[in-house]
């Protein structure tokens, strides 16, 4: 496990057309990593924020002739895509291949520059794309056969409390959207999620496009085509290694990169504002929360609010949970910005407290052939690499010498080692066997019990009808709708039991023939 906070970057946009018409002023100076924001209109001073990064992209670019927005020479200050990704998006694939969970996600007022970051703009290729296309480099880059990789892509977007699959059409959603879910192997997860296999940056850029196209689309008072919804794209990257004795070692990270909506309070967007200012509020009460917790000040007994909206249940994981989480803070340089500018430099200065405890995702096959290989390093490293004698080895005459009997306690040593964990790889086979051989029983008790139930209910059945039969012959007046709706029911429980039976068999059947149901 790895205890980490939360990193936090902020980044400054340059003016707009609407800021430089009216001549506004630049409220924010940055300093390496240190952020401030001057009151120039109120006058009450300024304040200095420290962070990860603090990433100045308001001037000092030139635009190349491929429309590149970049440092206009050596000693400008401005802070393309390239460099936000290099320390950004690189840290989250170094994490995935580790077998972290990862998120990073964009958050600031509306117009600020989230999406810039996050998405991009032409040519000037944001984040996300990035990192896709940088995960397909780095595999390609693999030239180990024992090692394959699988990329699945789920696109989502949290919309007035609901979550909305874009990877399926809007009117083949469920009405109240999807559920948000734990599970030990996935950690939070999006119930029902579509989940689409790739295998190259172009097929994610289709995806991302097709998402893209499936968002619900409302306007703002800052940007009008901007999107008022959070956006989640997840990336499920496994990587499967098959070992000499033929075991599968898989270490799965779920990535998720996320475009929130804008952050500013409600008065100041038009009237949708409400359902996103929940999922706003929310995770701003989360983070001031962690916050409290990362420093100790959080009450006795006071729970993190997790679960007041979509958007903080989704990323529980990512804040205060398992995952390796970076936070980039978008912020506008006008002094007409001022509060919300100062908001979320508040905010982002209480997400830096927050503490994650990152674990990685290995299956045990996975986590035991690694003791193993990492065992073998170190004995290499103890009788060669270090210049230690090993009496004929290819350092032997140089460094301190180990002696015959210390060189047979390490090799002993390591034997046992090696032999434990095949004992332990036993173990869990024979576990897994188990645990397979008790669910078979558990499902021929379950048809048995099903077979049983059903010759219960046909003999009642039988017994019924001939009472009846016996009745109607003998004319009785007694007999009513009554009698009749008995039998009913009983034929009725007579066919679910035959039915649970029927599909049980049909289950093996199933699996027997693979896939072919006869
Ligand atoms: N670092 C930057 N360099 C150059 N232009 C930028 C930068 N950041 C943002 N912009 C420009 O500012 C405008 C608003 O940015 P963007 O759409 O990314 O904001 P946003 O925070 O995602 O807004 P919304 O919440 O409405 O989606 C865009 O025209 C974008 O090109």
């Known amino acids: 496990m790895s205890d980490s906070a939360v990193k936090v970057a902020v980044r400054v946009r340059p003016f707009?057309?609407?800021e430089k018409g009216l001549d506004a002023v630049c409220c924010i100076a940055m300093a390496g990593p240190?952020?401030?924001?001057?009151?120039?209109?109120?006058?009450?001073?300024?304040?200095?924020?420290?962070?990860?990064?603090?990433?100045?992209s308001h001037d000092g670019f030139a635009i190349s002739d491929e429309g590149l927005l970049i440092p206009e020479d050596g000693n400008s200050p401005y802070v393309d895509q390239k460099k936000v990704f290099?320390?950004?998006?690189?840290e989250v694939l170094n994490n995935a291949w580790t077998g972290y969970h990862c998120c990073l996600f964009a958050y600031g007022q509306t117009g600020a520059g989230k999406s810039y970051s996050m998405v991009g703009f032409?040519?000037?290729?944001?984040?996300?794309?990035?990192?896709c296309q940088d995960i397909f480099r780095r595999i390609g880059e693999n030239h180990d056969p024992a090692?394959?990789?699988e990329v699945t892509i789920g696109m989502l977007e949290i919309y007035n409390e609901k979550i909305q699959d874009l990877l399926i059409h809007a009117n083949q959603r469920t009405k109240g959207g999807l559920e948000v879910r734990e599970s030990k192997q996935l950690g939070i997860y999006v119930q029902d999620l579509t989940k689409r296999a790739v295998n190259s940056y172009e097929a994610i850029e289709d995806l991302v496009d097709e998402g893209t196209a499936n968002r619900t689309i409302g306007s703002t008072l800052m940007n009008a085509t901007s999107s008022r919804a959070n956006t989640v794209l997840i990336i499920e990257f496994t990587q499967v290694t098959t070992y000499d004795m033929g075991k599968e070692g898989r270490k799965l990270s779920v990535i998720k990169l996320v475009d929130l909506a804008g952050s500013e309070n409600a008065e100041q967007t038009v009237a949708i504002a409400s359902a996103i200012n929940k999922s706003m509020s929310a995770l701003r009460n989360v983070i001031s929360a962690l916050a409290d917790k990362g420093s100790g000040k959080l009450k006795k007994g006071q729970l993190i609010p997790y679960r007041d909206s979509k958007l903080t249940r989704l990323l529980q994981n990512a804040l205060g949970g398992s995952s390796k989480t970076i936070m980039i803070c978008a912020v506008s340089p006008a002094s007409s910005n001022y509060e919300e500018t100062l908001s979320t430099l508040r905010c982002?200065?209480?997400a830096k407290k927050i503490m994650n405890h990152a674990e990685i995702n290995e299956d045990p096959t996975e986590k035991l052939l690694n003791q193993l290989k990492r065992e073998n390093e170190r004995l290499k490293a103890l009788l060669g690499g270090q210049g230690v004698a090993t009496g004929g080895g290819p350092n032997g005459?140089?460094?301190?010498?180990?002696?015959?009997?210390?060189?047979?306690?390490?090799?002993?040593?390591?034997?046992?080692?090696i032999a434990a964990i095949e004992k332990a790889l036993e173990e869990e086979e024979a576990a897994k066997q188990a645990a397979k051989q008790a669910a078979e029983r558990a499902k021929e008790a379950a048809r048995d019990e099903g077979l049983r139930r059903f010759r219960q209910e046909m003999d009642r059945i039988k017994t019924l009808i001939q009472t009846l039969e016996s009745q109607l012959a003998g004319n009785d007046a007694s007999l009513t709708v009554g009698d009749l709706s008995v039998v009913e029911s009983h034929t009725r429980r007579g066919g679910d039991c035959l039915k649970e039976a029927v599909d049980y068999l049909s289950s093996k059947h199933t699996t027997q023939a693979g896939g072919v149901v006869r």
Not at 86 to 90: A, M, S, T, Y
Not at 122 to 131: D, E, L, Q, V, W
Not at 397 to 417: Q, Y
């Open 34 to 56: 240190t952020t401030t924001i001057n009151d120039v209109d109120g006058g009450t001073g300024e304040e200095t924020f420290t962070f990860d990064y603090s990433f100045w």
């Open 86 to 90: 290099d320390c950004l998006g690189v």
């Open 397 to 417: 005459a140089g460094g301190s010498a180990v002696s015959e009997a210390e060189r047979m306690r390490i090799v002993e040593n390591h034997k046992k080692e």
């Open 147 to 149: 090692k394959h990789f």
């Open 122 to 131: 032409g040519p000037n290729k944001g984040i996300i794309p990035t990192t």
């Open 16 to 18: 707009n057309q609407r």
């Open 348 to 350: 982002a200065d209480r």
